[in-house]
């Protein structure tokens, strides 16, 4: 499962870093996943929610000092996957809970807020929830096996 979970998150880090590249692309270019009006990767790697912390609105668009959020996806995939590996899995599953929750928060300004869609971004919330689910069920299947073999006195 550790080998499963690692190709997983390499392939989160690929699409963080397609969703990087268009983040870095010029915004009067249409980036190759501006497929429709509601899925347009430009308009939302390129809004003030892209980057860590979100920019003010009175704050241009190259200011300040922000990391951008597929940067934050990409060290976050090498974590899982080096936790993975290393077979730490309640580790690798709060990292991957982490993950999730902020995938699903970035999907939650995409529906309400920016009311248009990033490819990458819903590849990245599918394959952080396959990582979740696998190491919670990675944990449960370790947690049922040391109970059979230490089994609780009474």
Same mark, same amino acid.
């Given at each position: 499962m550790k080998y499963l979970v690692a190709l997983l998150a390499v392939a989160g880090v690929v699409v963080s870093a397609m969703a990087l590249h268009v983040h870095?692309?010029?915004?009067? %270019?249409?980036?190759?996943? /501006?497929?429709?009006?509601? =899925?347009?990767?430009?308009?939302?790697?390129?809004? +003030? =929610?892209?980057?860590?912390?979100?920019?003010t609105f009175?704050?241009?668009?190259?200011?300040?000092?922000? &990391?951008p959020i597929a940067t934050v996806g990409i060290v976050g995939y090498l974590l899982i996957a080096g936790l993975a590996l290393a077979e730490?899995?309640?580790?690798?599953? %709060?990292a991957s809970l982490v993950g999730f929750m902020c995938a699903c928060f970035l999907s939650y300004l995409e529906a309400f807020i920016l009311e248009k869609w990033c490819i990458y971004c819903?590849?990245? %919330?599918?394959?952080?929830? /396959? &990582?979740l689910l696998i190491?919670? /069920?990675?944990? /449960? &299947?370790?947690?049922? +096996?040391? +109970?059979?073999?230490m089994p609780f006195e009474r």
């Open positions: 870095y692309m010029d915004p009067s %270019q249409a980036p190759p996943c /501006a497929v429709t009006e509601r =899925f347009d990767c430009g308009a939302v790697n390129h809004s +003030r =929610f892209a980057v860590l912390p979100p920019r009175d704050e241009p668009p190259t200011g300040g000092h922000h &990391i730490w899995w309640w580790l690798a599953f %709060q819903l590849w990245s %919330q599918g394959i952080m929830t /396959a &990582i190491t919670g /069920a990675v944990l /449960a &299947i370790r947690t049922m +096996r040391m +109970r059979k073999m």
